[in-house]
């Protein structure tokens, strides 16, 4: 996990991007410098291989020294991405999700971008727009979501644990010193 978000490290992507992050954006990072989302589903019209309405974004890049979106143009020259004027703030390699700062500096839109058919596709206007259409399309419970973790029910089961360890070393404590009463 990247550190914790500092001014020099947004200073530091603005100054190599030659852009303004969206204020949004930032905020978002400031309470978590990347990682899992609550949610991980955005709507489409495009097509994709994830699903017929929707693409997977459970996970955004935060910003650190050659971590999270400095990694950008490694990313892009990793796998082909051939647009320019864009920061990957999200994605697995076969698609990513990117600011398209084309035609601006300071308000880009949000784009889809599936690195196996090269297809570029605008998902939404801004990242405001985009933080209030996100979604969760995947059962929390499902196995094959490790990261997403039911705290209330973890606690729960760690509450009963203790509460089965003292009874456990009540009943063996309370055991040792009957027996230790016939020795």
């Not at 020099?8 to 990347?34: D, M, Q, W």
């Not at 700062?101 to 308000?107: A, C, L, Q, V």
């Amino acid at each position: 996990m990247i550190p914790k978000l500092t001014k020099a490290n947004i200073e530091l992507a603005e100054a190599t991007f030659g852009v303004k992050l969206p204020a949004s954006y930032v905020k978002v990072l400031e309470e978590r410098n990347g990682g899992y989302l609550k949610t991980d589903a955005v709507p489409v019209n495009c097509a994709n291989d994830w699903a017929e309405d929707h693409i997977h974004l459970d996970e955004l890049y935060g910003i650190g020294q050659d971590e999270g979106i400095m990694e950008t143009e490694y990313l892009r020259n990793e796998w082909g991405i051939t647009k320019g004027d864009i920061i990957i703030i999200g994605g697995d390699g076969h698609a990513f999700v990117a600011l398209d700062y084309e035609g601006t500096t300071t308000d880009p839109k949000v784009i889809h971008i599936d690195t196996d058919s090269s297809k570029v596709n605008v998902i939404c206007d801004s990242f405001d727009a985009l933080l209030r259409i996100m979604y969760v399309a995947e059962d929390p419970d499902d196995d094959e979501m490790p990261h997403r973790i039911d705290w209330k029910k973890k606690l729960k089961n760690v509450a009963t644990i203790v509460i089965l360890l003292a009874v456990c070393g009540a009943i063996i404590y309370k055991g040792y010193m009957y027996i230790s009463d016939w020795l």
